[in-house]
């Protein structure tokens, strides 16, 4: 085995898919070298590690240098002469440096750039794939390939939209490979795209910021008929089911949720995503209720959690103590699971190995400020978590992991395999 030992560490400000700074390190040992690079949320739950920011004027106050600084003059420090092998060592000794509970002294994004440079660093020192490095760390068997949540209407934030059902994507569970998948869900996404743009013009197919397009229509129905059409056309009918992110946070407001002009009560909310579940082949929601209003998400679980799957994400931010307390209120059955909401990997492992061991799904995903940095794509096959959520096949930050996973499932041949 290659020298394990961290001989240098150093950090710098990047930018990420939106044109705003973010985080990148790269971690030496006498020989090799492997870099990182960290993305940024936009609708993030209040509960998340804290992604330090420089405020000021530069960059609209989105800068990272503070966040850089700390790697390169704190962390660093602590970590050369570690084993970069080792991940939960070089994780909990960041970890207790900061020695806060979010992170909020060297930054989450200070902390999983190195975590990240490490876990690669130790794959290749090892010499052995990303994902299978993750394997050994979690004990999880590794070829399992995910079927993917592919985003290809883009509403709320992330559209800049207010009021308003964030994500509508496709899932392709009939597939018989991922490639398959693959091809199902971009083949199902063009025709979408040929319908919009014959229904609104060129207007109709613009993109938010994961891909997926933001036409001119406000009613959810609406959306998710012109998807069932898609489907249909391209000849997926029943192989191709739809999942929702509605990241109902972001519309809640003084007790109440607001979707366009139309006001809830978290019951009647739980009515109007059944009604939706009724007439649409919808397998998945996430985030259905607010962060804090576990009354309604133990609601939606009761009424849906049987049916389909119910996931939390602002709910859980990917935090042992939040899905420990989820799990005993029965206020969701599944984990999405964002590495820079906890901010190291292996609390990331934590949470994803608590799940699996209550039964749970867990679902990877990316940010909608993401990267050219593809570590998530080996992170779903070293969990064989079985489903990955990296936004519409368009966009490099976003196709970069489709890529990725192409070349792991050819890589593991005939050792790669697809949920049933």
């Known amino acids: 085995m290659a020298d394990s030992r961290i001989r240098k560490i150093f950090a710098k400000e990047v930018l990420d898919s939106r044109g705003n700074p973010t985080v990148a390190a790269i971690v030496s040992t006498s020989k090799l070298s492997a870099s990182a690079i960290v993305p940024s949320g936009a609708s993030t739950g209040m509960h998340e590690a804290i992604e330090l920011r420089d405020g000021g004027k530069r960059y609209n106050g989105k800068g990272v240098l503070k966040a850089v600084d700390n790697v390169n003059k704190i962390i660093a420090k602590k970590l050369v002469g570690e084993d970069c092998t080792d991940q939960q060592l070089v994780d909990n000794t960041m970890i207790e440096i900061d020695g806060t509970e979010n992170k909020a002294l060297l930054g989450a994004n200070a902390i999983l750039a190195v975590s990240m440079a490490c876990c690669r660093l130790g794959s290749a020192v090892l010499g052995v794939p990303l994902y299978q490095h993750i394997s050994n760390i979690s004990a999880r068997k590794p070829g399992l390939m995910p079927v993917p949540q592919m985003n290809v209407i883009n509403g709320g934030k992330h559209a800049g939209q207010d009021n308003d059902i964030q994500e509508h994507s496709l899932m392709p569970v009939k597939a018989k490979s991922f490639s398959e998948a693959l091809q199902m869900g971009t083949e199902t996404y063009h025709v979408l795209k040929n319908l919009l743009k014959k229904k609104f013009g060129v207007l109709g197919t613009l993109v938010g910021d994961e891909g997926g397009f933001v036409p001119p229509i406000q009613r959810i129905n609406e959306r998710l008929e012109f998807m069932t059409k898609a489907i249909s056309e391209a000849g997926y009918k029943r192989k191709i089911k739809l999942a929702l992110d509605c990241a109902a946070s972001e519309f809640y407001k003084n007790g109440k949720y607001v979707i366009n002009n139309s006001e809830f009560s978290s019951g009647e909310l739980v009515d109007f995503y059944k009604a939706l579940c009724r007439k649409f082949d919808i397998i998945s929601i996430e985030d259905g209720m607010a962060e804090d209003d576990w009354v309604g998400w133990v609601e939606l679980t009761r009424e849906l959690g049987k049916k389909i799957q119910i996931i939390g994400d602002d709910l859980l931010v990917t935090n042992t103590r939040r899905i420990k307390q989820a799990m005993h209120a029965k206020a969701c059955n599944s984990l999405l699971l964002k590495v820079n909401q906890i901010g190291t990997v292996t609390e990331a492992v934590e949470a994803a190995k608590l799940s699996f061991n209550n039964e749970w799904s867990v679902v990877?995903?990316?940010?909608?400020?993401?990267?050219?940095?593809?570590?998530?794509?080996?992170?779903?096959?070293?969990?064989?978590?079985?489903?990955?959520?990296?936004?519409?096949?368009?966009?490099?930050?976003?196709?970069?992991?489709?890529?990725?996973?192409?070349?792991?499932?050819?890589?593991?041949?005939?050792?790669?395999?697809?949920?049933?």
């Open 364 to 420: 990877v995903s990316h940010r909608s400020g993401e990267t050219e940095d593809a570590f998530i794509a080996d992170l779903v096959v070293g969990l064989a978590a079985g489903q990955s959520k990296f936004g519409a096949p368009a966009r490099s930050e976003r196709t970069a992991k489709y890529n990725r996973l192409l070349a792991i499932e050819q890589e593991l041949g005939s050792k790669s395999s697809y949920p049933k």
